[in-house]
């Protein structure tokens, strides 16, 4: 039996469009991924079906109401094994990344609760739900993307979603580091060539050249990632090179700074 996500959102047609295709939805097929919403519209109780109210204190936008929220999650939690983890996502939220996703990937079933307009009533968050995390430091206009964010990345981790070939393991934030460049034919496009060592035949010095890559960009793009994992001396020696190189270009091209 797969992993089961359910998805509490006013937008279940939203949602359920990140299992219809790719790698997410072969692992639906293969029963490795369950994927379920519920929406709180269906659990209001009045006869306009209204989910949100004005805020205690005053203010603009609107806030989503308790009892609606209750009900659609404890329908939810029925489908959900015993053992489950309730999630908001939030702005308010822990900023997530990988570490986090291989944890939620190897955890209990998941509920995912995502908020509209201005937020959600805090007594159900208090009430209800374990943890609270953010995609990062700029406004959606919902959680439901963020939610789909968080189902994509996961079900990529899920033991027999990936081949051997793709395999998570490979994956550059695994490693900790960015991907290498990728070519494929033709060998020249206007003038630009592919680099000799991919045409070599040389499968030690491909793999060389692309770690080499990818330390050099994360040097430059991303030193937050490099500065938290330790090197090995072959890593230490390629980017080097890498550092070494990128020095001359600048120089040959005065791009040098200072
Ligand atoms: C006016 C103050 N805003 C809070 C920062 C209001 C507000 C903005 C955006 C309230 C809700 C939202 C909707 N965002 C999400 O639900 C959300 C989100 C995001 O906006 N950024 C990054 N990660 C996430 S996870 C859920």
Redo the contacts with the bound molecule.
């Keep these: 039996m797969g992993k089961r996500v359910a998805v509490v959102t006013l937008f279940p047609e939203m949602v359920e469009t990140v299992v219809r295709h790719g790698v997410t939805a072969r692992a639906v097929e293969r029963g490795l991924l369950e994927l379920r919403c519920w929406n709180p519209r269906h659990y209001a109780l009045d006869p306009h079906r209204r989910t949100d109210d004005r805020p205690y204190g005053g203010g603009a936008g609107m806030v989503m109401m308790y009892q609606p929220l209750r009900a659609a999650i404890v329908a939810a939690r029925r489908m959900l094994g015993g053992d489950s983890r309730s999630i908001h ?5 822990r900023r997530i990344e990988h570490a986090d996703m291989v944890r939620l990937a190897k955890g209990p079933d998941l509920l995912l609760l ?2 509209r307009y ?2 959600i009533d805090e007594r159900l968050i208090e009430a209800e739900i374990d943890d609270e ?4 430091d ?6 439901e993307l ?1 939610a789909m964010v968080v189902i994509d990345a996961l079900t990529r981790l899920l033991p027999g979603v990936l081949g051997n070939e793709e395999s998570a393991a490979e994956d550059s934030f695994s490693q900790g580091i960015l991907d290498c460049p990728h070519f494929t034919r033709p060998e020249e496009i206007e003038g630009r060539r592919v680099p000799g060592v991919l045409l070599s035949g040389d499968h030690g010095a491909v793999s060389r050249w692309r770690l080499k890559q990818s330390l050099g960009r994360t040097w430059q793009r991303r030193p937050d990632l490099l500065a938290r994992r330790r090197l090995q001396p072959l890593e230490r020696d390629l980017l080097k090179e890498y550092i070494g190189e990128s020095a001359e270009d600048s120089e040959s091209k005065g791009t040098k700074p200072g």
């Design positions: 996502l939030s702005p308010q939220g995502c908020g201005e937020g995390i953010s995609l990062g700029y406004v959606l206009s919902g959680g963020a």
